[in-house]
């Protein structure tokens, strides 16, 4: 079974600083990756994902995201982080078994931002 | 365009109660996923619907939990009786179709707290 691991529980940045939330899975293939942000008392909202192709993805609000095979990563970065950026970010793979999508979230890692 | 509702937003409960949640997708999506959010942790895929067919229920814990989707639009997941470990948020997602490249639009949730 498919599984995701982001090994830090919470981050904290000064804005402006540059950021990179990790985040690691295990699966036999390639999985569909996913980076989600919620907010508090709001639902989760698509940041970016990566399915094949160039590893490099770009996402909204100005994050990226590099896949690594070798290290079986999928990090998300962004170069400077705002006050709004504060939330927490969830990593996500997706796997088709039986013919049913399965999406497997991490934890998740919160995301504090200093004045 | 409306977003997922959900309701209630907040519900109260004592164990061994029954308790009900509400979803209703975007127009026009033909797969509702419903998750559970225990605090601390990333979302967990309960139940996945197509239309007014299920897809996946692996896991649902089918000995308390419950759902239906009629009609093919709204959608109720049931707890009966709740256990203190159903203490969680209770999130609704649709999209157009099932599968990764269709992206999953997330509803605010459902906060349970069993007392």
């Known amino acids: 079974a498919q599984s995701v691991t982001q090994p830090d529980i919470h981050i904290t940045v000064s804005e402006g600083a540059s950021l990179e939330l990790r985040c690691n899975y295990s699966y036999g293939a390639t999985p569909y990756l996913f980076w989600y942000v919620q907010s508090p008392g709001q639902g989760l909202q698509l940041l970016l994902k990566y399915f094949s192709g160039d590893t490099l993805v770009q996402g909204i609000k100005g994050f990226e995201a590099e896949f690594k095979r070798s290290q079986s990563s999928f990090n998300l970065r962004k170069p400077s982080v705002h006050w709004s950026d504060a939330a927490e970010y969830f990593c996500?793979?997706?796997?088709?078994?039986?013919?049913?999508?399965?999406?497997?979230f991490g934890r998740g890692t919160s995301l504090i931002v200093h004045p | 365009e409306a977003g997922v509702a959900q309701s209630p937003r907040y519900k109260i409960i004592e164990k061994r109660q029954s308790v009900a949640f509400w979803c209703n997708p975007i127009s026009g999506h033909a797969t509702l996923y419903w998750y559970q959010q225990i605090l601390g942790q990333g979302p967990k895929l309960l139940i996945q619907?197509?239309?007014?067919?299920?897809?996946?229920d692996s896991q649902l814990p089918k000995d308390r939990f419950s759902a239906e989707r009629l009609k093919g639009v709204d959608s109720t997941l049931k707890i009966q009786p709740a256990k203190l470990e159903d203490s969680a948020v209770y999130l609704c997602?649709?999209?157009?179709?099932?599968?990764?490249?269709?992206?999953?639009?997330f509803g605010p949730g459902t906060r349970l707290t069993v007392l």
């Open positions: 997602a649709s999209s157009t179709l099932a599968g990764a490249y269709n992206e999953q639009f």
């Open positions: 619907f197509q239309n007014n067919g299920v897809v996946d």
């Open positions: 996500a793979v997706g796997v088709t078994a039986g013919g049913s999508y399965i999406p497997t």
